[in-house]
């Protein structure tokens, strides 16, 4: 299974980037995961030419070719960072491949609440018509206290995290199989998806 996890951050310093290193190497037996990184991406401006820059169509190809996404989000004020809501206005102004596509949603922070407001907002936007993504349901993974979480390694020290984190992933694999057989049954309610814009719900398909 290929995954890619996505640092919902452009902080250097994140421990969510962490939580994402340690799990590509503790899961790496059961999946590739590539962490990706966008805090090189540009603030999403529309361009005039309606071209997305080309760090932005990159991390799009590699969202197509995953078989699932992972999120470690962050908490800035009760929400996600600016950073990481910027990316998502590029991914649904592009090629929109978060459609249909299994997304675990996972998050760190220095507090004890590991990030569950930004989380719960993270599913909301995700759920837009241009993002739809297929996001795990009923399992968050909260790392608080996340600046003493990690050893010298990179691994995990709160054992019962780890199992919990184990189970989560677990759960996720059987999602992201479940959802490529639902995908193949109804390939084209993914193809009509992407082709949504607000312009067609608001002039009726008679403008674009």
Known sequence: MKL???VGTNSNTSTNRKLLQFMRKHFSSQAEIEVCEIKHLPAFDEPEDRQAPTEVQALCEQIAAADGVIISTPEYDHTIPAALKSAMEWIS???RPLINK???IVGAS???LGTSRAQMHLRQILDAP????RVLP??????GHSLAAFDESGDLVYANK?????????EFQLFVKINQQLVKENHFKTEQSKAFSWESVIWGGERA
């Open 4 to 6: 890619i996890g996505i």
């Open 93 to 95: 102004y592009t090629t």
């Open 102 to 104: 299994p997304v675990l």
């Open 110 to 112: 220095h507090g004890l």
């Open 130 to 133: 241009e993002l739809k993504a």
């Open 138 to 143: 009923s399992s968050e993974f909260l790392l």
């Open 162 to 170: 780890v199992q919990e984190l184990e189970e989560i992933f677990e």
